[in-house]
């Protein structure tokens, strides 16, 4: 299980650098909402950074399938969620209550890491 991790998280960290540069970019083209804008980084942000953990995660603790998979849905949840809302606030407003959910299964990723035992160190 630890390759399809490994996998999904370099696909989420890559597709959190592009969405950051659309954000960065391409965004203000359409969106003048400064607070819009900033809620958008702040899903790329939590993206990048939870896209790293699970590349951690993956090595770290490669049998804690519970922690990987909380953390690939929240960051689903929270940012594609954030990332909706800001593209059209209107159409997607029933996605507001996942947003939170999101953060609770991105919490609940640390608290399952936390308990998880780690892999022996890898000498390179």
Same mark, same amino acid.
Request: glycine fraction near 10%.
């Given at each position: 299980?630890? $390759? ?11 597709s959190s650098v592009m969405l950051g540069a659309f954000g960065a970019h391409g965004l203000k083209k359409k969106i003048a909402d400064p607070a819009r804008i900033a809620n958008w980084n702040t899903a ?55 947003? $939170? ?18 892999? $022996? $160190?890898?000498?390179?």
């Amino acid at each position: 299980m630890a $390759p399809l991790f490994w996998t999904l998280g370099c696909i989420y960290g890559a597709s959190s650098v592009m969405l950051g540069a659309f954000g960065a970019h391409g965004l203000k083209k359409k969106i003048a909402d400064p607070a819009r804008i900033a809620n958008w980084n702040t899903a790329a942000h939590y993206q990048l950074a939870h896209s790293g953990i699970v590349l951690l995660a993956s090595v770290a603790a490669p049998k804690n399938k519970v922690a990987a998979s909380l953390f690939i849905v929240g960051m689903t949840a929270f940012s594609g969620s954030i990332y909706l809302l800001t593209l059209d606030p209107q159409r997607f407003k029933a996605l507001g209550p996942v947003t $939170p959910l999101g953060g609770l299964c991105l919490i609940g990723g640390w608290v399952a890491l936390a308990f998880t035992k780690r892999a $022996p $160190p890898i000498h390179l």
